[in-house]
Protein backbone atom coordinates (compact mmCIF):
# COMPACT_ATOMS: atom_id res chain seq x y z
CA UNK A 1 0.00 0.00 0.00
CA UNK A 2 0.67 3.29 -0.83
CA UNK A 3 2.73 5.31 2.22
CA UNK A 4 2.89 8.88 3.79
CA UNK A 5 4.90 10.46 6.50
CA UNK A 6 3.26 13.58 8.48
CA UNK A 7 4.09 14.79 11.75
CA UNK A 8 2.14 13.78 14.13
CA UNK A 9 0.57 16.34 15.91
CA UNK A 10 1.05 20.74 15.28
CA UNK A 11 -0.42 24.03 17.18
CA UNK A 12 -1.61 26.92 15.32
CA UNK A 13 -2.34 30.15 16.92
CA UNK A 14 -5.97 30.88 15.39
CA UNK A 15 -6.57 33.53 12.81
CA UNK A 16 -2.85 32.15 11.48
CA UNK A 17 -1.96 30.15 8.65
CA UNK A 18 -1.68 26.48 8.93
CA UNK A 19 0.77 24.49 6.74
CA UNK A 20 0.76 20.65 6.93
CA UNK A 21 3.22 18.90 5.59
CA UNK A 22 3.14 15.21 4.02
CA UNK A 23 5.95 13.27 2.47
CA UNK A 24 4.74 10.84 -0.31
CA UNK A 25 7.60 9.99 -2.09
CA UNK A 26 6.27 6.73 -3.28
CA UNK A 27 3.69 8.50 -5.15
CA UNK A 28 3.34 7.62 -9.12
CA UNK A 29 3.11 9.68 -12.00
CA UNK A 30 -0.88 9.60 -12.21
CA UNK A 31 -2.05 9.20 -8.96
CA UNK A 32 -3.71 12.18 -7.09
CA UNK A 33 -3.04 13.80 -3.80
CA UNK A 34 -5.96 14.05 -1.55
CA UNK A 35 -6.37 15.69 1.43
CA UNK A 36 -9.16 15.06 4.29
CA UNK A 37 -9.61 16.03 7.72
CA UNK A 38 -11.42 14.30 10.45
CA UNK A 39 -13.13 15.99 13.58
CA UNK A 40 -13.12 13.75 16.81
CA UNK A 41 -15.67 11.19 16.54
CA UNK A 42 -17.18 12.65 12.98
CA UNK A 43 -16.74 11.43 9.47
CA UNK A 44 -13.62 12.34 7.33
CA UNK A 45 -13.89 14.97 5.78
CA UNK A 46 -12.95 15.89 1.90
CA UNK A 47 -10.72 19.19 1.97
CA UNK A 48 -8.77 19.23 -1.60
CA UNK A 49 -7.06 16.95 -4.09
CA UNK A 50 -4.34 17.85 -6.75
CA UNK A 51 -2.10 16.10 -9.32
CA UNK A 52 0.55 18.03 -10.13
CA UNK A 53 -0.36 22.12 -9.97
CA UNK A 54 -0.81 23.80 -6.84
CA UNK A 55 -4.69 24.10 -5.87
CA UNK A 56 -7.00 26.20 -3.83
CA UNK A 57 -10.52 25.92 -3.04
CA UNK A 58 -12.35 28.00 -0.76
CA UNK A 59 -10.78 25.66 2.20
CA UNK A 60 -7.68 25.50 1.43
CA UNK A 61 -4.45 25.52 -0.74
CA UNK A 62 -2.50 22.46 -1.50
CA UNK A 63 1.18 23.34 -2.86
CA UNK A 64 2.72 20.26 -4.60
CA UNK A 65 6.07 20.14 -5.08
CA UNK A 66 7.58 19.69 -8.57
CA UNK A 67 8.90 16.28 -8.14
CA UNK A 68 5.86 15.53 -6.35
CA UNK A 69 7.22 13.49 -3.88
CA UNK A 70 5.57 16.22 -1.30
CA UNK A 71 2.60 18.61 -0.26
CA UNK A 72 1.75 20.94 1.65
CA UNK A 73 -1.99 21.87 2.99
CA UNK A 74 -1.88 25.57 3.59
CA UNK A 75 -5.22 26.61 5.99
CA UNK A 76 -5.10 30.43 5.09
CA UNK A 77 -6.40 31.86 8.37
CA UNK A 78 -7.24 28.90 10.93
CA UNK A 79 -9.90 29.06 13.40
CA UNK A 80 -10.70 26.69 16.37
CA UNK A 81 -13.15 24.42 14.31
CA UNK A 82 -10.03 24.04 12.26
CA UNK A 83 -9.05 21.63 15.09
CA UNK A 84 -9.24 18.14 13.44
CA UNK A 85 -6.84 15.01 12.49
CA UNK A 86 -5.55 16.00 8.58
CA UNK A 87 -4.85 12.83 6.42
CA UNK A 88 -2.64 12.97 3.42
CA UNK A 89 -3.41 10.20 0.74
CA UNK A 90 -2.67 8.85 -2.79
CA UNK A 91 -2.72 5.62 -3.64
CA UNK A 92 -3.12 3.43 -6.54
CA UNK A 93 -6.98 3.55 -6.43
CA UNK A 94 -8.64 7.02 -5.52
CA UNK A 95 -11.74 4.46 -4.88
CA UNK A 96 -10.09 2.66 -2.02
CA UNK A 97 -8.70 5.01 0.37
CA UNK A 98 -6.15 4.00 2.94
CA UNK A 99 -5.80 6.85 5.99
CA UNK A 100 -2.32 7.16 7.68
CA UNK A 101 -2.18 8.01 11.43
CA UNK A 102 -2.32 11.67 9.98
CA UNK A 103 -1.59 15.37 12.30
CA UNK A 104 -3.22 16.28 15.09
CA UNK A 105 -3.66 19.66 14.27
CA UNK A 106 -4.50 22.36 17.32
CA UNK A 107 -5.75 25.73 16.55
CA UNK A 108 -5.07 27.59 19.76
CA UNK A 109 -7.09 30.55 20.72
CA UNK B 1 -28.09 19.61 -0.88
CA UNK B 2 -28.12 16.89 2.54
CA UNK B 3 -25.08 14.79 2.68
CA UNK B 4 -24.71 12.01 3.53
CA UNK B 5 -26.34 10.04 6.25
CA UNK B 6 -26.21 6.78 8.04
CA UNK B 7 -28.08 4.92 10.51
CA UNK B 8 -28.62 4.39 13.11
CA UNK B 9 -25.82 6.65 14.37
CA UNK B 10 -24.74 4.04 17.33
CA UNK B 11 -24.97 0.34 18.06
CA UNK B 12 -24.52 -2.05 20.57
CA UNK B 13 -24.56 -5.33 19.77
CA UNK B 14 -23.35 -9.05 21.63
CA UNK B 15 -21.11 -11.82 20.00
CA UNK B 16 -22.74 -13.70 18.10
CA UNK B 17 -25.41 -11.67 16.65
CA UNK B 18 -25.59 -9.58 13.69
CA UNK B 19 -26.34 -6.28 12.41
CA UNK B 20 -27.36 -4.77 9.20
CA UNK B 21 -26.59 -0.62 8.90
CA UNK B 22 -27.69 1.98 6.27
CA UNK B 23 -26.60 4.75 3.99
CA UNK B 24 -28.30 7.09 2.14
CA UNK B 25 -26.03 8.95 -0.02
CA UNK B 26 -26.14 12.52 -1.39
CA UNK B 27 -28.94 12.91 -3.56
CA UNK B 28 -27.53 12.21 -6.81
CA UNK B 29 -24.66 10.39 -5.69
CA UNK B 30 -24.71 6.88 -7.25
CA UNK B 31 -21.52 5.37 -5.79
CA UNK B 32 -21.28 4.21 -2.51
CA UNK B 33 -18.39 2.85 -0.50
CA UNK B 34 -18.10 1.64 3.22
CA UNK B 35 -15.09 1.43 5.30
CA UNK B 36 -14.18 0.19 8.51
CA UNK B 37 -12.59 2.33 11.47
CA UNK B 38 -10.70 1.64 14.41
CA UNK B 39 -8.06 3.23 16.25
CA UNK B 40 -5.27 0.29 15.40
CA UNK B 41 -5.67 -0.38 11.87
CA UNK B 42 -7.36 2.71 11.08
CA UNK B 43 -9.49 3.80 7.70
CA UNK B 44 -9.84 0.11 5.64
CA UNK B 45 -12.06 -0.21 2.99
CA UNK B 46 -14.34 -3.04 2.92
CA UNK B 47 -16.36 -2.41 -0.40
CA UNK B 48 -17.96 -0.05 -3.10
CA UNK B 49 -21.41 -0.80 -5.10
CA UNK B 50 -22.54 1.13 -8.01
CA UNK B 51 -25.49 0.31 -9.89
CA UNK B 52 -27.02 -2.15 -7.74
CA UNK B 53 -23.30 -4.22 -7.86
CA UNK B 54 -20.35 -5.04 -6.11
CA UNK B 55 -17.32 -3.24 -7.71
CA UNK B 56 -14.35 -3.65 -5.83
CA UNK B 57 -14.22 -5.76 -2.17
CA UNK B 58 -11.62 -5.24 0.78
CA UNK B 59 -9.89 -7.92 2.47
CA UNK B 60 -12.72 -8.39 5.13
CA UNK B 61 -13.88 -11.53 6.17
CA UNK B 62 -17.46 -13.10 4.33
CA UNK B 63 -19.40 -12.20 7.46
CA UNK B 64 -19.04 -8.13 5.94
CA UNK B 65 -21.60 -8.46 3.24
CA UNK B 66 -23.30 -5.45 1.94
CA UNK B 67 -25.92 -4.43 -1.10
CA UNK B 68 -27.01 -1.60 -2.88
CA UNK B 69 -30.54 -0.80 -3.93
CA UNK B 70 -32.54 0.68 -6.86
CA UNK B 71 -32.50 4.59 -5.65
CA UNK B 72 -28.11 3.85 -4.57
CA UNK B 73 -28.93 3.88 -0.61
CA UNK B 74 -26.72 0.74 0.45
CA UNK B 75 -26.80 -1.59 3.60
CA UNK B 76 -23.84 -3.90 4.77
CA UNK B 77 -24.55 -6.63 7.61
CA UNK B 78 -22.00 -8.37 9.78
CA UNK B 79 -22.82 -11.79 10.63
CA UNK B 80 -21.72 -13.24 13.85
CA UNK B 81 -20.18 -10.47 15.04
CA UNK B 82 -16.94 -10.72 17.30
CA UNK B 83 -15.74 -8.23 19.61
CA UNK B 84 -12.90 -6.88 16.95
CA UNK B 85 -15.82 -5.73 14.76
CA UNK B 86 -15.99 -3.01 17.28
CA UNK B 87 -15.62 0.28 15.39
CA UNK B 88 -16.52 3.07 13.51
CA UNK B 89 -18.57 2.07 9.88
CA UNK B 90 -18.39 4.85 7.30
CA UNK B 91 -19.91 5.25 4.32
CA UNK B 92 -18.89 7.29 1.57
CA UNK B 93 -20.65 8.12 -1.63
CA UNK B 94 -19.78 9.67 -4.98
CA UNK B 95 -21.21 10.65 -8.02
CA UNK B 96 -19.91 7.69 -10.20
CA UNK B 97 -17.23 5.54 -9.55
CA UNK B 98 -14.90 7.24 -12.04
CA UNK B 99 -11.28 6.78 -10.80
CA UNK B 100 -10.87 10.20 -9.01
CA UNK B 101 -14.21 11.20 -8.25
CA UNK B 102 -14.10 12.69 -4.66
CA UNK B 103 -15.75 10.59 -1.81
CA UNK B 104 -17.67 12.10 0.60
CA UNK B 105 -18.37 10.85 4.10
CA UNK B 106 -21.14 9.78 6.18
CA UNK B 107 -21.16 10.79 9.90
CA UNK B 108 -20.86 6.85 10.90
CA UNK B 109 -22.08 4.23 12.49
CA UNK B 110 -19.95 3.68 15.58
CA UNK B 111 -20.93 0.34 16.56
CA UNK B 112 -20.05 -1.86 20.05
CA UNK B 113 -19.77 -5.47 20.04
CA UNK B 114 -19.93 -7.20 23.87
Known amino acids: DAKTTQPPSMDCAEGRAANLPCNHSTISGNEYVYWYRQIHSQGPQYIIH???NNETNEMASLIITEDRKSSTLILPHATLRDTAVYYCLHGGSARQLTFGSGTQLTVLP | KAGVTQTPRYLIKTRGQQVTLSCSPI?????VSWYQQTPGQGLQFLFE???????NKGNFPGRFSGRQFSNSRSEMNVSTLELGDSALYLC?????????????FGPGTRLLVL
Open chain 1, 50 to 52: GLK
Open chain 2, 27 to 31: SGHRS
Open chain 2, 49 to 55: YFSETQR
Open chain 2, 92 to 104: ASSISPREQETQY
